[in-house]
């Protein structure tokens, strides 16, 4: 993987090289129709435009109109033997070895886009959305800050995947404004709830599964085929509004303190990109129950940060470092259990694993951690935060690195603007 070059310049910190290719759907022209395309580079190699050539050659995909889509919701349908027929195409035309593409100055002209000319969309539409609450070093932290110490992280948690079903409509793509949402919270002595834009907005680092061939209602996924209902994986920032949610989630659980925003990054990084970072995940204890146990039980190295940007400033401040690889429940035990009821997952379901925090304080993957709900201050280039105000823009970024080559999915960003009056 680390010798196989493109034909196209990359820079060696590019997220995006012939190793990666990772899908999107984008418009070349604002009047344009939304297509697939895959990031090389500075560029977006348009598929419809490799289709229309007829490149895409092979058994699984020779007649398939899965690339003349508005979405990628009918390619990630196609399942895994189909996705390694695309990618093996890909990385052949776009190898330097290869003349195909890099000869043809006229299909070059049509199906090269720069990057920075485009305008990137939802990469699938997003039937349905649930988030997942998977990082033991979360739980503990926010058992601790609800709760106290005695008992941080229930019983419960350490036998399955804890989620909830957030909002599909409000998932939106990165660059998106977040409107600061208002909503009730926990009033003072005998007053009456307060009312009005949140005081305690925050960012969530997590990322996401989309979800490729799903299954039939009533028929759970096998843990140890889960892995071929995966497509890849984005950034996710599920802001939330922690007043809002403090006050209404008891006994039911999150509702508007979350469902006001989610931002995903436009690019998914596909589980074969990813393979090269496999690694161990961390030991169950005890162990989970029979339909939960995988024979390999992996997670992905992943470096995460989440950068701040003050309203007004131009200079952001790095305010967490973590990864992927700290999650307790597996991507493959959370698809599992989310069918084992018989619950049916379709093409472009959503899939977010919840704040994705590790064992040091700087790893810690929101605002309610770092300040400690606002008891401590965080301190940016001489600016202080316990939450977010307006103005202030969150950008999430995450890479894997190998062998002469980034693997890398973009950025994830946010700016808040002020609740609608």
């Known amino acids: 993987m680390a010798l196989l070059k493109s034909f196209i310049e990359v820079h ?25 395309g895959v990031a090389i580079g500075d560029y977006v190699l348009d598929l419809s435009e490799i ?20 979405n ?15 990618r093996a195409t890909l990385q052949k035309l776009l190898s330097a070895t290869e003349p195909t593409l890099r000869d043809n100055a006229t299909l070059r002209e049509k199906s ?77 002595g005998g007053s009456t709830p307060y009312f009005g834009p949140s005081l305690k907005l925050d960012f969530e680092l997590e990322m996401a599964t989309i979800v490729g061939p799903g299954n039939e209602l009533g028929k759970p996924v096998d843990i140890n085929n889960a892995e071929d209902h995966i497509f890849g994986l984005v950034l996710m920032n599920d ?13 039911l659980g999150p509702f508007l303190g979350k469902n006001f925003g989610t931002t995903i990054s436009p690019w998914i990084v596909t589980l074969e990109a990813l393979e090269p970072f496999a690694c161990e995940a961390p030991k169950q204890d005890p162990p989970p129950l ?46 599992a259990h989310h069918t084992i009821n018989g619950c049916n997952l379709r093409p472009g379901d959503l899939l977010g694993t919840g704040t994705i925090s590790g064992p040091e304080q700087e790893s810690r993957g929101c605002l309610l951690e770092l300040t400690w ?31 002469g080559y980034t693997v890398g999915f973009g950025n994830c960003s946010g700016k808040i603007v002020p609740a609608a009056p």
Do not use: M
């Open 373 to 403: 709900n606002g008891q401590n201050t965080l301190s940016l280039n001489g600016l202080n935060r316990k939450f977010l105000e307006d103005g202030d823009e969150v950008i999430l970024t995450g890479c894997s690195k190998g062998n």
């Open 51 to 70: 289709a229309s050539a007829g490149l895409f050659d092979g058994p699984l995909l020779n007649n398939s109109d899965c690339f003349n889509q508005p």
């Open 112 to 188: 090269l886009v720069p990057l920075s000319s485009v305008e990137l969309l939802l990469p699938v539409v997003v039937g349905d959305y649930t988030d997942f609450f998977c990082s033991l070093h979360h739980t503990k932290n926010c058992g601790v800050i609800f709760r106290g110490p005695q008992t941080p992280v229930l019983d419960n948690w350490y036998r399955l995947p804890v989620a909830y079903h957030g909002r599909a409509s409000s998932v939106v793509i990165s660059g998106t404004d977040i409107v600061r949402p208002r909503g009730q919270a926990q009033p003072t």
């Open 12 to 36: 060696p910190d590019s997220h995006f090289p012939i190793q990666n290719l990772p899908y999107g759907v984008f418009k070349p022209q604002p009047t344009s129709s939304p297509r697939p």
């Open 290 to 335: 029979p339909y939960l146990t995988e024979k390999v039980s992996k997670n992905y190295d992943i470096s995460l940060e989440v950068y701040l940007k003050p309203a007004g400033h131009e200079v952001s401040s790095v305010v967490t470092r973590s990864n992927l690889k700290h999650l307790y429940w597996t991507l493959t035990q959370q698809l």
């Open 239 to 251: 802001w939330s509004a922690r007043d809002i949610q403090a006050w209404e989630y008891i006994p």
């Open 72 to 86: 990628l919701n009918k390619f990630v349908s196609l399942g895994r033997p189909a996705w390694k027929e695309a």
